[in-house]
């Protein structure tokens, strides 16, 4: 008995109990409220994640939408694939480059979302012209005295239509994979962008500065931390990401922190597996074996929902924005920072 309650009292073993229990937590939440796909029985159970959603903006025009997340793809592809080629598959150990390179999937199949819509947007209009047309040639046969004025009337008119702004086409109301995975990859991406700049710059880089001063930690501080390539992945990745937030239609959702809490279960798995082969943790507040490990455990899932409450603060301010700009779906906008919109 005493060797048993030593064993549920060692600091490994409440460390491990506290990831299972996130674990489980996050699992709950994703089985019970999904965020890509439907219920069993066919019901939403999930926002709005409709292809015009994923893909238009009420600031720009899909295109412009589509070829700002299509550099933000290039560029973070790009400069994850030079940080490998110079470092080698070493990079893809830390938390950091797997949440880089999510980064770069998500602006690549939300440019794509953005590219179908703009193709959907301009299919309709050239439909909506084409049907405009006979009623120009309808105008000028009725009045042959004034034929001139009336065919004048008759394309103002149809100028008017072509400004005025367009429906949603039908193609893009419906939900799809692409568009159910954007919003998945968007919620993941805007908190974990969060926990990624504050655990490194607030937590790693000043333990690894205060601690003993090995070969191997400067090595780390200085190829890793203090370069260009890790301005952009532990500061300027929330730049990308939260300007894309203010620019897109994705609604906001609280289970969403059901996948969240996956995705980085997911790493922490990886974690004690590369524990387990090489005996080194990757990052110190991981070392299950401190006593302090439990609470440092607990403190990292409580980071992961407290990320995401920053995120629904900066959909109350996208809606406050739009608002008093006085922009077009400034309504929309302030729904999703409700989290209205549902169709549960």
């Given at each position: 008995?005493?060797?048993?309650l030593?064993?549920?009292?060692?600091?490994?073993?409440?460390?491990?109990?506290?990831?299972?229990?996130?674990?489980?937590?996050?699992?709950?939440?994703?089985?019970?409220?999904?965020?890509?796909?439907?219920?069993?029985?066919?019901?939403?159970?999930?926002?709005?994640?409709?292809?015009?959603?994923?893909?238009?903006?009420?600031?720009?025009?899909?295109?412009?939408?589509?070829?700002?997340?299509?550099?933000?793809?290039?560029?973070?592809?790009?400069?994850?694939?030079?940080?490998?080629?110079?470092?080698?598959?070493?990079?893809?150990?830390?938390?950091t480059?797997?949440?880089?390179?999510?980064?770069g999937?998500?602006?690549?199949l939300?440019?794509?979302?953005?590219?179908?819509?703009?193709?959907?947007?301009?299919?309709?209009?050239?439909?909506?012209?084409?049907?405009?047309?006979?009623?120009?040639?309808?105008?000028?046969?009725?009045?042959?005295?004034n034929?001139?004025?009336?065919?004048?009337?008759?394309?103002?008119?149809?100028?008017?239509?072509?400004?005025?702004?367009?429906?949603?086409?039908?193609?893009?109301?419906?939900?799809?994979?692409?568009?159910?995975?954007?919003?998945?990859?968007?919620?993941?991406?805007?908190?974990?962008?969060?926990?990624?700049?504050?655990?490194?710059?607030?937590?790693?880089?000043?333990?690894?500065?205060r601690?003993?001063?090995?070969?191997?930690?400067?090595?780390?501080?200085?190829?890793?931390?203090?370069?260009?390539?890790?301005?952009?992945?532990?500061?300027?990745?929330?730049?990308?990401?939260?300007?894309?937030?203010?620019?897109?239609?994705?609604?906001?959702?609280?289970?969403?922190?059901?996948?969240?809490?996956?995705?980085?279960?997911?790493?922490?798995?990886?974690?004690?597996?590369?524990?387990?082969?090489?005996?080194?943790?990757?990052?110190?507040?991981?070392?299950?074996?401190?006593?302090?490990a439990?609470?440092?455990?607990?403190?990292?899932?409580?980071?992961?929902?407290?990320?995401?409450?920053?995120?629904?603060?900066?959909?109350?301010?996208?809606?406050?924005?739009?608002?008093?700009?006085?922009?077009?779906?400034?309504?929309?906008?302030?729904?999703?920072?409700?989290?209205?919109?549902?169709?549960?």
């Amino acid at each position: 008995m005493e060797m048993a309650l030593e064993w549920a009292g060692s600091s490994a073993v409440q460390a491990h109990a506290v990831l299972a229990l996130s674990g489980l937590t996050s699992l709950y939440i994703t089985i019970a409220r999904p965020t890509i796909r439907l219920a069993a029985d066919g019901s939403h159970t999930c926002p709005p994640a409709s292809l015009w959603e994923a893909g238009t903006s009420p600031a720009l025009s899909s295109v412009a939408m589509c070829v700002f997340r299509f550099v933000m793809a290039v560029y973070i592809f790009g400069m994850g694939g030079m940080q490998f080629q110079r470092m080698g598959a070493y990079v893809f150990k830390f938390y950091t480059i797997w949440n880089w390179w999510l980064l770069g999937i998500y602006f690549t199949l939300a440019a794509t979302a953005s590219a179908l819509c703009a193709l959907a947007e301009t299919r309709s209009a050239r439909a909506r012209a084409a049907t405009a047309k006979p009623t120009v040639t309808a105008a000028a046969e009725v009045d042959n005295s004034n034929g001139s004025a009336a065919l004048d009337a008759s394309r103002s008119a149809v100028g008017n239509v072509a400004k005025s702004a367009p429906e949603t086409p039908k193609s893009l109301q419906r939900a799809t994979l692409l568009s159910r995975t954007c919003h998945a990859l968007f919620m993941i991406n805007s908190s974990t962008v969060i926990i990624v700049d504050c655990v490194c710059w607030g937590l790693l880089y000043p333990m690894l500065a205060r601690g003993p001063q090995t070969p191997e930690t400067q090595r780390i501080i200085r190829r890793l931390l203090l370069t260009f390539t890790s301005y952009n992945q532990h500061g300027l990745n929330a730049l990308y990401i939260f300007t894309d937030l203010f620019l897109n239609r994705h609604r906001l959702a609280f289970h969403a922190t059901g996948p969240l809490g996956l995705w980085s279960m997911a790493y922490a798995v990886w974690a004690h597996v590369w524990h387990a082969k090489s005996g080194k943790w990757l990052y110190p507040f991981l070392d299950t074996s401190k006593p302090w490990a439990p609470m440092a455990y607990f403190g990292l899932y409580m980071v992961h929902w407290g990320a995401f409450g920053l995120v629904a603060l900066l959909y109350r301010a996208k809606a406050r924005l739009y608002s008093s700009n006085g922009k077009p779906l400034a309504a929309a906008a302030a729904d999703a920072a409700r989290g209205k919109g549902k169709t549960d």
